[in-house]
Each structure stands twice: as structure tokens, then as C-alpha cells.
């Protein structure tokens, strides 16, 4: 069974920095991708970054040149550094794994991150 933990999540003030974690365990598990998305209220859930398995990554355009994203795939776990923070990131942060094979998405429980202005 596959499990993702996120943590790192909090409050901070505008211009400040957080790093989310996110760490995936199970038998045999060997995600093509992994990133994080995130989903404020009323909002659809998006793709913030991606990261596979050779380390080519992929941001969206709102959160290029401030965050960072890491991985190491021999622990299966994903980093997101988080820089030079807005009010406008403050969201529910989910961690988020896929497997080409069977085209499979798993997720984390999600981490909130609060920026205040």
C-alpha cells in the first residue's frame, strides 16, 4: 500500500520562506513523477512543480525563481523549497506521486500553507 506524508506546512509572513516535505513509502514503489499541487478555497487544484525520476523539473509560471523543488529517488522522498512567499500561495499543499505504469496518481492528506500580507 502506498502512503504519502507531507509535512513542513505552517504560517509565515509575506516574503518568508517555507520547505514542505513529502516522503512515500510501499513495497516496490517507483514513481515516474513526483510534485506537489496545491488547491486554495473555491479553486481547482494545480500543479505547482514536478520532478521525475532523471531530475527535469517543471514549475508553474506563477512560482518560477521562488521555489525549488528536490527529490531523491532512492528514498522517495520530494522537497519544496518555498521563497520570497505571497499572500496569493497561501493554499492547501498536496504532495502527489505518478506512476506511468497504469497511469496511477497517489496523494498525500495535504499540508496547509498560510501566508499572511
Known amino acids: 500500500q502506498v502512503r504519502l506524508v507531507e509535512s513542513g506546512g505552517g504560517l509565515v509572513q509575506a516574503g518568508g520562506s517555507l520547505r514542505l516535505s513529502c516522503s512515500a513509502s510501499?513495497?516496490?514503489?517507483?514513481?515516474?513523477?513526483m510534485g506537489w499541487y496545491r488547491q486554495a478555497p473555491g479553486k481547482q487544484r494545480e500543479l505547482v512543480a514536478k520532478?521525475?525520476?532523471?531530475?527535469?523539473?517543471n514549475y508553474a509560471d506563477s512560482v518560477k525563481g521562488r521555489f525549488t523543488i528536490s527529490r531523491d529517488s532512492a528514498k522517495n522522498t520530494v522537497n519544496l523549497q518555498m521563497n520570497s512567499l505571497k499572500p496569493e500561495d497561501t493554499s492547501v499543499y498536496y504532495c502527489?506521486?505518478?506512476?506511468?505504469?497504469?497511469?496511477?496518481?497517489?496523494w498525500g492528506q495535504g499540508t496547509q500553507v498560510t501566508v499572511s500580507s
Open positions: 520532478i521525475t525520476t532523471a531530475g527535469t523539473t
Open positions: 502527489n506521486a505518478f506512476v506511468l505504469r497504469g497511469a496511477i496518481f497517489y
Open positions: 510501499g513495497s516496490d514503489f517507483y514513481p515516474n513523477f
